[in-house]
């Protein structure tokens, strides 16, 4: 059975000597503190009067100088106020219970340079965490999973210099992540690459850090709502054309990236210097960097195309008008229609499609115009595939006609002298050389005199055949004197004939006036 409280003081007194003599105010002031000694003094539930402030469902306990999170946080607790203390560990066990309703955390200003990699288990239904201005230096793999409901997470003005490719997997409804003012030397493009981003993800902060190159590529590629919100400034950037390209296009669409902090767009030129210039002065003196201009949309005849309406915001109605001022509506005979999507799609496409089409886009809160200029070349997709192909066999045939014509004047049968058979005259070459040559091959000095005598044209109608030779005279009465020709001709030719049948038969092949 408890004795009274008296009872208990005064056994006390009698086993301490000399505590009778003590002033009374020393010996209440000692039994205060001993009695806040006592086992489970710390562990007492939340003191909403002194420690923190709660207002309904929502707990604050900023500026309280706490190095720990406050046990007995009450269970309907919505918003847990945490800022600007000394709380510099946040463990597994910092809430032994869970807190269903718990939707905002905010623990920014407390030199938190630890977070356990079950931190957040019992904290699931959060969308709001503020993590900024404390000290983190790193980002393990799935630290972060848990938190499958978190639409806000802001870490900027930390000390992070390495990011897991994990950490954020499974924040399947984030949709804005401040990663400014650390030591960032390498973008995160797994947030954005096509197969594996956070495709709730609409703003990406990632301005003042030390990245010097960006995947140009990939963000050509993304979508406007996503450019809309990706920052990338005041990072030391090293200057080139494409870098002035992609900014020049967005600052023309009128993204909010590009058009806010325009002079805060740097670049570093190359040289030793290290001469930083403003990207959109590319153009100039710099680089001369071609001036950017809005390229227009291309297309051929009979080709299914797709306009898209990329607009600065998602979830927006969109409606599509032809040139024209045509409204492209639902059931007509048109060839174009408006995709789920709000897409156009085209299909065919024909030669007076040609021309400027505007997308309206509308919502609650914003409205946007795009317009997108069309070009129809006038001929099949693979019409231009078909012309090169002619014009390359034509030319094939072309360089092969001229090489078998050099090898007709140039590799013809060789001379007598390399011959195998060099034991025959000169006048035995054979028929196939003779007949090849276009001039005689050989010259013999009496043939030749006897050949350059005179020249004579015949008339075929005139001429008589006498034993196979030509009656050049075709007259009857002259018998005698052309037995007497013929005598003569004989005689010189006997001698000769081999010599002139190849003669005879190279002037078959020769445009020369035959020699008589």
């Not at 356990?116 to 900024?132: G, I, M, N």
């Not at 299909?347 to 200029?373: L, Q």
């Not at 005139?462 to 009465?477: F, M």
Request: hydrophobic fraction near 35%.
């Amino acid at each position: 059975m408890l004795q009274p409280f008296t009872r208990t003081g005064d056994s006390l007194l009698k086993t301490i000597p000399h505590w009778r003599k003590r002033p009374g105010w020393v010996l209440s002031l000692t039994l205060c503190m001993a009695l806040l000694r006592l086992p489970g003094a710390v562990a007492s539930t939340l003191n909403c009067h002194k420690t923190c402030i709660c207002a309904s469902n929502i707990v604050s306990c900023s500026k309280m100088n706490l190095t720990t999170v406050p046990t007995g946080l009450p269970h309907y607790t919505a918003v847990l106020d945490l800022s600007y203390n000394e709380i510099e560990r946040l463990r597994s066990e910092w809430t032994p219970v869970k807190l269903l309703k718990l939707h905002n955390l905010l623990l920014s200003h407390n030199g938190l340079h630890f977070l356990s990699s079950e931190a957040f288990q019992h904290v699931k239904p959060l969308r709001y965490l503020d993590l900024s201005s404390n000290n983190l230096q790193l980002l393990d793999e799935f630290i972060f999973e848990p938190l499958v409901n978190l639409e806000v997470l802001l870490l900027y003005n930390n000390q992070i210099s390495q990011i897991d490719r994990s950490a954020f997997l499974g924040m399947i409804n984030l949709q804005k992540l401040y990663l400014s003012q650390n030591q960032i030397s390498r973008f995160p493009v797994e947030l954005v690459k096509d197969k594996s981003r956070l495709e709730k993800l609409s703003l990406l902060d990632v301005s003042s850090n030390k990245i010097k190159m960006f995947p140009l590529d990939e963000f050509k590629v993304l979508p406007a709502w996503i450019k809309n919100g990706l920052y990338f400034h005041n990072n030391p950037l090293l200057c080139h054309c494409d870098l002035y390209t992609l900014l020049a296009h967005w600052y023309i669409r009128k993204l909010n990236s590009a058009v806010d902090f325009k002079d805060d767009y740097t670049c570093i030129l190359p040289g030793q210097q290290k001469t930083h210039v403003g990207v959109f002065d590319l153009s100039g003196d710099s680089m001369n960097c071609s001036t950017f201009k809005e390229a227009d949309e291309e297309a051929f005849l009979e080709q299914r195309l797709i306009l898209s309406c990329d607009t600065k915001h998602r979830g927006m109605l969109k409606t599509w008008t032809m040139p024209g001022n045509v409204a492209v509506t639902t059931g007509s005979n048109q060839t174009a229609k408006v995709l789920k999507d709000g897409n156009l799609q085209i299909n065919p496409v024909r030669t007076e499609d040609s021309g400027t089409y505007t997308c309206f886009a509308m919502s609650s809160a914003f409205n946007e115009t795009i317009y997108v200029v069309l070009k129809v070349h006038n001929f099949t997709m693979h019409g231009g595939s078909e012309t090169l192909n002619t014009a390359y066999t034509t030319l094939v045939g072309c360089l092969a006609s001229v090489v078998l014509v050099l090898m007709y004047l140039y590799l013809t049968p060789c001379r007598c002298f390399c011959c195998p058979n060099k034991g025959k005259a000169r006048g035995d070459d054979s028929i196939h050389s003779s007949m090849l040559s276009v001039t005689p091959t050989h010259e013999d000095p009496a043939l030749k005199t006897e050949l350059n005598r005179h020249v004579a044209f015949i008339d075929s109608k005139d001429l008589r055949g006498q034993n196979g030779k030509l009656n050049p005279n075709g007259d009857e009465d002259d018998e005698d004197d052309d037995d007497e020709l013929d005598a003569e001709a004989g005689s010189l030719m006997k001698g000769k004939r081999k010599k002139s049948v190849a003669e005879s038969i190279s002037s078959v092949f020769s445009d020369t006036p035959m020699v008589v």
